[in-house]
Structure formats: C-alpha cells, structure tokens
C-alpha cells in the first residue's frame, strides 16, 4: 500500500516526517544539481568584476543590483534572463562574455504595484548595448506593455557596444520602436545614473520623465571631445550635459536628486501619482485635509498691486490636500508651473503661470513644457486644474524667429484634445491670446472660475490705451500726455480690469469667493469625475515636444 503520507521527492515515509518510528527507507540526494544551480546564479548575480565595483563605487555610484533594492518593496524583484549571455566572438569580445550581459531586467512591486525594471551594469563591458542586452530589454518592455505595468529604465552605460557593431544600433533601434508602442499606454520612467551618451539618449527622451543626479549622471549626443573637434568650443561634461543643464537649458530632465538614494525617493513619490496604464485611474489617497478648509491667501490676492509679482507655488501648495505639490520641471522654464497634486483626495495635474518669473508670460520654452505635460495627464486619465495669472505672450525678436507661432501652437492643441476633466480658476491677470489659451471657457475648458481681482481683456490697459486713443495724445500737449493716459487707462480698467464683463457673456461660468476656492474646485471635480467624450478611451501617445 503507498504511504500517501510520505514525500514524494526524497522518499522519507510520512512516519519520518511526522516523527514517529518506521522502517528506515533510502533517503535520494541531489546535492550537486542543486548546488550547480546556486552556484550559476550567485556567479551571475554578482555582477562584475570586484575592481569594476570597487571603481563604480569609488565615483559615488551604487551597482545595477543596489538600484533595484532602493526602488522596489523589499524582496519583490523577480529577475528574468539572468543568463542570457552575447553571442558575439569579436575583437577578443568572447573572453569577456558575462551572464546577464551587462543589464539586469525584471519586475518588481513599487508602493505595493507591480512594474518592470531594467538596469544597466556599468561594471560589465562599461553597461554598453550589445544584441543580448537589447534582447532582454525588449523582451521586458513587450512584457510591461502587454501587462499594462510602468516601465522603469536605469540607464548607466557606454552605449552602443563598439564590438558589436550594427547588431547594438539596431538594438537601440527596437527600443525606440518599443518606447514609442508604449507611450501613452504605460508610463514610462528613465533614470540617468551615469553616462548615456549618441544616440543612446533618445529613449529616455522618448519616455515620460527624465530623472538625473547632480555630478552623476551625464547626457549629450557628442561629447566634449568631439565638440572641440568639430565646432573648436571647449567644454566639460557637467556643463555640456550634466543633470543641470538638462534640468534648466535643455528640459530634457525632468527631476534632478542630489544623491541616487534621493532620486530613488522621488522616483518612487512620483509613482504614487500615476496609474499603471491608460485604462485605469491613478490612485485615490484619502485625507484628513477638509475639502471645506478656506483659503485667506487668497483673499490678501485680491487686494494687492495687479503688477506685484508672487510665487504662484505658494497658491498651488494652499489648494492641495495636505499643501502637498510634486513639481514637474522645476528648473525649466519657470514661468509655467506643473505638477502634480491631490484635490479631496483624488489626483490632478496642474498648470500654473508664475508671475514671479517674467511675469508669467508664455513663451517657447512654457509652451512646450505646458503642452507636453497636459498631453501627459490627459493619456493617463488625471484632470486639469489650470491657474490663470497671465500678461500675455513673452514679445521678442528672439521668440518670433524661435517659433512661438510653432511651439504656442503645441500648447493650444493640448489643451484642445484634452478630455479629461478641465477646470481653470482665473486668478489675476487673463490678457489677450494668453488667456484663451490657458484653458478658456470656449477652447473646451468645463468649469472656469475667476477671482473678483482677476483682469480679463483683450490686452493690459496701458497697451489698450496707446492703440484705442492713439490721435488724442499724440494731439495732447506733452505735459499733458502722462495725466490723459491715466484717466484713459483707468476707464479701461474700470470696464475691463474684473471678471464680470466676461461672467456676463458666459466666457467665465462663476465669479467665487476666492476662500472658498479650494471647496469649489473639489466639488467640480467630483461631479466631473465620469467624464466621458467620444473618443477618449483612444490612445494619445506622449511625443516629445
Ligand atoms: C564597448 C565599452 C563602451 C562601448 C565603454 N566600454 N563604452 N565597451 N562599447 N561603447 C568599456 C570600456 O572599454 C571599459 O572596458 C569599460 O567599458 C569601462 O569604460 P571606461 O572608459 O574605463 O570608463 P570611464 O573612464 O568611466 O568612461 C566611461 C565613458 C567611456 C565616458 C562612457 O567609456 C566612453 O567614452 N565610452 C565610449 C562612449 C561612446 O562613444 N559610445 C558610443 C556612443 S554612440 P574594460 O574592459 O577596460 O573594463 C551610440 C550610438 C547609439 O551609442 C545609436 C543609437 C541610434
């Protein structure tokens, strides 16, 4: 009779596994499979060379194996092509082939979600890209999207592997392809956490945010030396492509940390905004913050100079639940703020002109980063708060030969497309082209509020007066002009400088009492939160702008 009790693997009885006294039977041991297996794994798992981790962390810098640890829930990370090695026999290459070739993929949980994770190991072959490496890093990215997870890339490497030739271009090749397939489907993340140089660059420029890590991370598509080759400027890598010049000149960063700990932080902050994929809603975070709580700060802004300028932050951190805002592109383009916050618990992304810098006027760069990030929110279902304080377009030679036709445009169709939830609060000033496209009632905004001190016209009374009146001073006596301007600019600004006129033809739905802002806007978004237009559940990739 079988001893239904016993262990079917070593063949003890079930009296030897419950204690009790039994004939003694032949105990099968695989000692040495498994031993191989452990061996293989713990080999492959450490990653490169000792000197290679001992120089990696002697520039400050944590191994592909540490990064996964700061960043996922701990023990979450399930590492898949642990072995998968190149195939490639050139240029001495065979000697140094290595498990895993010199990037690590998996998946993991992040605040209790799951999401796939690749991470370049500078300590193998310089982290470069070979066919294997990119193999793997498709393989990951064709998994996410068809599971509907983020895709999070920690980029660290030499870039294409020189070895191997057309093979490593045509990697980067199908991870552009892929990081295009995913946009607007996953969110995805890239994290610079070393050099990411040529062509290279382009896939985490194609993904949604950019993270980088000051004196750490580096970005260009040609580097110093060749630089000074071809154009005879001289210049080092910080200033050519370090985290602040792509946090402030260029916009391609996003975040900047000052420690890789820190920028895993803010990697992980970030997430807890996002939902997994386009179908689903980012996540509700319930508050003790009362929807109710007034706002004075608001009033004090309806009683000082319309030209004094203020931190619209300050606005942005008193709206939110718990004065809670993660800023996108803080460094870029100041005069457009965006980020993300919670209303009543449920997330909104925010676009709000700066009047603390130039004025809050828009111009090349806050139209691109307005527009890109508008794009981004209204893929991943998240509604549009949008604070109006602006004077209008940026004037310039500069501007108009840059193209703020072109770039103004971008932010014009984001705001259009857009179908999620819009809701726009018109602080102060609301002037001209600038205010229709802030979100404006007729350019498909679905509640706009004002404030009793906003100004909303054509353009700036001193501006409206010198066209409007412009044979009545020119005919004035000189001492006369300044005091006829005056009287000519206050009449202006007693019919224009309020929101009424434009309650009054509907361009704005309510004037409200500016304490009580924060209780309006959580009810609006509430009751617009089943929004629903045809054609939304359409995908919208994320193209750069
Ligand atoms: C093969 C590479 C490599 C690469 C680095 N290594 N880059 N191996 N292909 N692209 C190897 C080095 O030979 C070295 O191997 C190890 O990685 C560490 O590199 P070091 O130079 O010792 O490190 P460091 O001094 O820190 O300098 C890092 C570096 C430098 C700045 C990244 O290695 C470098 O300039 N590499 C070349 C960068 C580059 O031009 N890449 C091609 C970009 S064009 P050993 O065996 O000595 O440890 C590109 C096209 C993409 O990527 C196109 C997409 C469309």
Redesign the pocket.
Known sequence: MTDLMGDPITGATGAESTGKKAHPKKVRVVPDTLKKFREIHAQAAAGGPPE?IA?QKA?GKLTAQERIAYLVDEGSFQEIGLLMESRCTDFGIKD?HIKGDGVITGFGRIGGRPAAIFSED?TQ?????GRTHADKITRLMDMAIDARIPIIGILD???????EGVD??DG??EI?LRNTRASGVVPQISIIL??C????V?SPALTDFVFMVKGIS?MFVT?PEVVKAATGEEVDFETLGGSMTHASKSGVCHFVANSESDCFRQVKELMSFLPQNRSESAPVQETKDSPNRKIALLEKLCEIDARKPYRVHHIIWWLSDDHKFLEVHHAFAKNIVVGFIRMGGQVVGVIANNPSHMAGALDINASDKAARFIRFVNGFNIPILTLVDVPGYWPGVAQEHGGIIRHGAKLLYAYSEASVPKITLVLRKAYGGAYIAMSSKLMGGDINFSLPSAEIAVMGPRGAIEILYSRQIKEAKDEEKEALRAKLAKEYSDKFASPYQTASTGSIDEVIEPAESRTRLIEAFRMLAGKRRPGQQERTGNIPL
């Open positions: 290679k120089a520039k140094k500078f072959l310089g982290g470069s890209l490497s030499g870039g294409a592997r020189i070895q490593s271009l980067y090749g552009f070393g050099p140089a040529g062509g290279a382009y580096h580097g």
